[in-house]
């Protein structure tokens, strides 16, 4: 099992940054692929990036390369999602994501652990 707590999340103005963290416990962090998910209301929810146990990295590049950085320490089991030039389209809950195999995906189904969530809202 890992557990997932996101932080970080709040009220931003468009244009603004946020740096949202997900601390990892349990099972061994360091080889699992994280990923970050969001979820706005009424919509499914969207892959934003992922990063790999080496630090390999793959973004939504139709909705937030460019602005979001997704980074790890493993040493702290930690996982960030940099946030910049933050618009109100990416006012959702944000989700860290698990996966317990090494190979990353886009796909949330692929994805075996989650957090409860921090909410973003960017107000224009």
């Known amino acids: 099992q890992v557990q997932l707590v996101e932080s970080g999340g709040g009220l931003v103005q468009a244009g603004g940054s946020l740096r949202l963290s997900c601390a990892a416990s349990?099972?061994?962090?360091?080889?699992?692929?994280m990923g970050w998910f969001r979820q706005a209301p009424g919509k499914e929810r969207e892959f934003v990036a992922f990063i790999t146990w080496s630090g390999g990295v793959t973004y939504n590049r139709d909705s937030v390369a460019g602005r979001f950085t997704i980074s790890r320490d493993n040493a702290k089991n930690t996982v960030y999602l940099q946030m910049s030039s933050l618009k109100p389209e990416d006012t959702a809950v944000y989700y860290c994501?698990?996966?317990?195999?090494?190979?990353?995906?886009?796909?949330?189904?692929?994805?075996?652990?989650w957090g409860q969530g921090t909410q973003v809202t960017v107000s224009s």
């Open positions: 349990g099972r061994t962090f360091s080889s699992n692929v």
């Open positions: 994501a698990a996966r317990k195999y090494q190979l990353g995906s886009k796909d949330r189904t692929e994805y075996d652990y």
